[in-house]
Every structure is written in structure tokens, then in C-alpha cells.
């Protein structure tokens, strides 16, 4: 019985020392936070190559800091990790050009990103899709 409520009793000790670690934590970043309003963000810079994690530095008059950010691998460089859009259906497949397009309007600019109101994105026509099509097209007129 005596081993139980040694092991209780410390399990105790050890969550109220990890809540006053987190406590501590809180009330630092609380002394560090500037009275500053008007951040100016730059944007996302990676720590290698053009994705993942990396940092994000702001000034707000002689003050500046760093915040740690995250650049998706799959987002779209043409517009930027900032910007975030809406984008509507593809378009049909354009037989002059061998592609379909499609545009997006802004749905939010993260930390006073300058974005486009709307762009524009295309693709190729995926050869497959239209093979596929005329297949089953054939299966139903036998």
C-alpha cells in the first residue's frame, strides 16, 4: 500500500511543478508584450529552400521581433503564403490552347500582405480525362 501512495503522491508533485512552469511561461510572455499597435509584418521567410519553417520579422517604430511562421509546401508562389483566395470551379478545357482556367477573389490578407483582389490560375487538359470520357461514352451505346 505504501508504494501506491508514494507513487501518488509524487505523480502530485509532479503535475503541480509542470503547472507552475506553464504559469511562469504565460506571465513572461505577458512582461515582453509591447504596448505597440501598429506591427508591420514582412513575409514568411523560409529556413531552407522555398517551403517549411522559417521566420517572420516585424518592426513597429524602433521595435522588432521575430515570430516563427510556416510556408506549405503545395501553396502557390505566383500569389504568396500570405494571401488566402476563393476560387471557383475549373473552367472547360480550352481546345486552342490545351488549357483550363479559373479565377479567385481574396477571401483574406494575412499580416498586411499586399494581394491581388482577383487572379487567375490554368492547367493543362489532363489527356486522361478524356479518354476516360469517350469510354464510357462507348459502354452505353452497345
Request: proline content about 4%; some cysteine; glycine content about 10%.
Amino acid at each position: 500500500m505504501q508504494p501506491r501512495s508514494l507513487l501518488l503522491l509524487l505523480a502530485l508533485l509532479l503535475l503541480a511543478a509542470t503547472a507552475e512552469a506553464a504559469k511562469a511561461k504565460k506571465e513572461k510572455a505577458k512582461k515582453e508584450g509591447s504596448e505597440c499597435q501598429d506591427w508591420r509584418w514582412g513575409p514568411c521567410v523560409p529556413n531552407s529552400k522555398d517551403c517549411g519553417l522559417g521566420y517572420r520579422e516585424g518592426t513597429c517604430g524602433d521595435e522588432s521581433r521575430k515570430l516563427k511562421c510556416k510556408i506549405p509546401c503545395n501553396w502557390k508562389k505566383k500569389f504568396g503564403a500570405d494571401c488566402k483566395y476563393k476560387f471557383e470551379s475549373w473552367g472547360g478545357c480550352s481546345a486552342q490552347t490545351g488549357v483550363k482556367t479559373r479565377s479567385g477573389v481574396l477571401k483574406k490578407a494575412l499580416y498586411n500582405a499586399q494581394c491581388e483582389e482577383v487572379v487567375y490560375v490554368s492547367k493543362p487538359c489532363a489527356a486522361k480525362m478524356k479518354a476516360k470520357a469517350k469510354a464510357k461514352k462507348g459502354k452505353g451505346k452497345d
